[in-house]
């Protein structure tokens, strides 16, 4: 198969599973971003990936090639380092140009291709300069622009964007992408944040405590989370306990939802139900009966906090779909069936 | 951050102590020396107050120039080989478990405990015929019989290079330990091998501490007097023992001092040239 393949990846630190049993399938050419809380092992695995760190056992295959016994430096890939890890004595084009050296290229093909590459990241002209002068920014794209001087086959990230401002970041997301896309290269990023693996990645890879928990595209991972740990770590949801009678009629909070169904034999399940999903109307029919504690309008949205059957509902709206509602108020929350995922609790 | 400048007088009262220490202990030492290296010597006593330039005269003959010369090699040599063999030792260690780092610079410590005679009385019995090392090379079929390696210029380096490797190793230590180890994974990815990457990313960043380290070396050096006596032929003394002789054992204090002096202020053209050239090197 062409791209990248993990079989059965496990790392140990002593008695610490960093990552237990991975196995993912990663075709050519795709975005992968690895998602999770901070010692979930996102970071061990992509360092697996680039041979900084040897899996404790199990296999990496690059092409269908056994890349796991193979030293990093043969591996030919990219790496991008959350500290950017520039170095410090060399100038900007110095540094584009390191593999290159390494690789024995003459001076001439060396400026060549490190100018190429400070067109591609829009920062033509900065050879010269020294690498303490550039903006955390521009050090970015020195970085990637360093990483990708090989044409790799591989294109590893590890949270690259977390040093930067929050507005350059999220530009830096879109030009990540477009590049990615331009070149075609298979690319890992790991990040802890969620919005920035939505806008980049097509294929969305949830860890948690070490073991993969669903990799799926982005908008999958939202509608049809594989467990509560993702639906929650993913955006905001409601997670709710639903509860089904003995002729198959399923509660949510003592009121039965019409059209939901849980997995047969089972009695109890979570669901969860994103807040943009909830809507809110009179008391009454199947509408499960409320009190609103906070409505927090941000102009754009607004979230209304209900309280129901000893839970916090949280629900999300336009200013023009949400009738208005202010604290205390009593409301009717209607959760639609076709909304709702039932989750394994 | 901006300072404000000191602006009363008990603004600078921090810098009094140290100011007073270096006063007493050094400059008013130091100008005693060069007003005595300007004095005339005494035969029969010690010397008296005058200002000649004899002292300095005395020593431009080929052979005191031959000692300043081997003096300023051998300490150019101890300290090129100190940092070859410490740099990449503190590497290493600085990559090993941090029981393990303590362990090994525990018994860095310990020898610097040792004097420097007991470190060249022990070098002698190793270096002799029949005691030392080649006795062992004998055992083991490597030598046909034992041989003396003392007196001789490499016994002189070597006992140098062991007494100052561990001071090498204590100043380069806490700069590898702050070296951030990515910049070494990066060339790794970047497609150099660790060799490689050891000696085209880790050496160059930090050459600043490297050339510091050579000149620390390389002064401490210049004051060893007692190892070329003890492991050398004559041909292999310092100046510092020269001096030594004269002050001590010829009671000649004015020449004495003019060479102390002349080898200050050797050694400080030589570390200035050093910072010169890195300074240059760093605008390129």
């Known amino acids: ?345 | 951050m901006k300072r404000e400048a000191p602006k009363s007088i008990a603004d600078y009262s921090p810098l009094f102590f140290p100011g007073l220490m270096l006063i007493v202990f050094f400059v008013i030492p130091f100008s005693t020396m060069i007003a005595v290296s300007f004095f005339q010597r005494d035969p029969s006593g010690f010397y008296t107050p005058d200002f000649v330039f004899s002292n300095y005269a005395r020593f431009l003959t080929p052979f005191f120039g031959k000692v300043l010369g081997f003096s300023l090699m051998l300490a150019v040599m101890v300290a090129i080989c100190c940092v070859v063999i410490a740099f990449p030792f503190t590497f290493l260690l600085t990559k090993r478990p941090r029981k393990v780092q303590t362990i090994w610079l525990v018994c860095l410590l310990s020898v610097l405990s040792l004097s420097e005679v007991i470190i060249g009385f022990a070098w002698s019995t190793l270096f002799s015929r029949t005691a030392g090392i080649t006795n062992l090379f004998v055992a083991i079929g490597v030598m046909k019989e034992p041989v003396a390696l003392l007196p001789s210029f490499w016994a002189v380096l070597t006992g140098m290079v062991y007494q100052a490797l561990p001071y090498t190793i204590l100043v380069l230590y806490p700069a590898l330990v702050r070296l951030d180890p990515t910049l070494l994974e990066a060339a790794r990815t970047l497609g150099a091998s660790p060799v490689r990457a050891f000696v085209n990313v880790v050496v160059p960043a930090l050459r600043n501490t490297i050339v510091a380290t050579l000149i620390m070396v390389f002064v401490f050096a210049l004051g060893s007097y007692l190892l070329p006596q003890i492991l050398g032929r004559p041909s292999h003394w310092t100046l510092s023992v020269l001096i030594t002789d004269q002050a001590i054992y010829q009671s000649n204090m004015p020449f004495a001092a003019a060479m102390a002096v002349f080898l200050v202020l050797m050694s400080l053209a030589l570390v200035g040239l050093t910072l010169l050239v890195g300074r240059r090197e760093n605008a390129l």
Request: with cysteine; aromatic share 4%; glycine share 10%.
């Open chain 1, 1 to 345: 198969m062409s791209g990248l393949e993990l079989k059965d990846i496990t790392k140990t630190f002593g008695n610490f599973r960093a990552v237990d049993t991975a196995n993912l399938s990663v075709p050519h050419g795709k975005f992968v971003c690895l998602l999770g809380p901070s010692g979930c092992g996102k970071t061990t695995l992509l360092r697996m990936i680039a041979g900084l760190e040897e899996p404790t056992s199990g296999e990496i295959l690059l092409d269908g090639t056994d890349i796991t016994p193979m030293p990093t430096h043969k591996r030919n890939l990219g790496m991008v380092f959350q500290s950017l890890a520039l170095f410090p004595h060399l100038s900007v084009g110095d540094n584009i140009a390191y593999p290159l050296r390494i690789r024995g290229a003459s001076r001439d093909e060396q400026k060549k291709r490190s100018d190429e590459l400070l067109k591609l990241i829009h920062l033509p002209g900065f050879a010269d300069r020294p690498v303490a002068k550039l903006s955390g920014g521009q050090r970015q794209r020195v970085a990637i622009a360093r990483a990708l001087a090989l044409s790799p086959k591989l294109f590893l990230l590890d949270e690259p964007l977390s040093a930067l401002d929050a507005k350059l970041r999220e530009a830096m997301q879109v030009e990540l992408r477009q590049l990615q896309q331009r070149l075609g290269i298979t690319t890992f990023v790991v990040t802890h944040d969620q919005r920035e693996a939505m806008t980049m990645a097509d294929l969305v890879v949830v860890m948690g405590n070490g073991k993969i928990l669903q990799a799926a595209p982005p908008i999958e991972i939202y509608r049809k989370p594989a467990d509560a740990f993702v639906a929650d770590f993913i955006g905001m949801t409601n997670l709710l306990d639903a509860t089904a009678d003995r002729v198959g009629r399923v509660s949510v909070l003592g009121q039965a939802i019409p059209n939901l169904t849980i997995p047969e034999g089972l009695t109890k399940a979570s669901v969860s139900i994103r807040p943009e999903d909830v809507h809110l109307g009179p008391v009454g029919g199947d509408a499960i009966a409320g009190t609103v504690t906070f409505v927090r309008d941000l102009g754009g949205t607004i979230e209304t906090f209900i309280e129901a059957g000893g839970k916090t509902i949280v629900a999300v709206a336009t200013p023009r779909e949400r009738p208005e509602v202010v604290a205390g108020q009593q409301v009717g929350v209607i959760l639609p069936a076709e909304a709702c995922v039932v989750l394994k609790s």
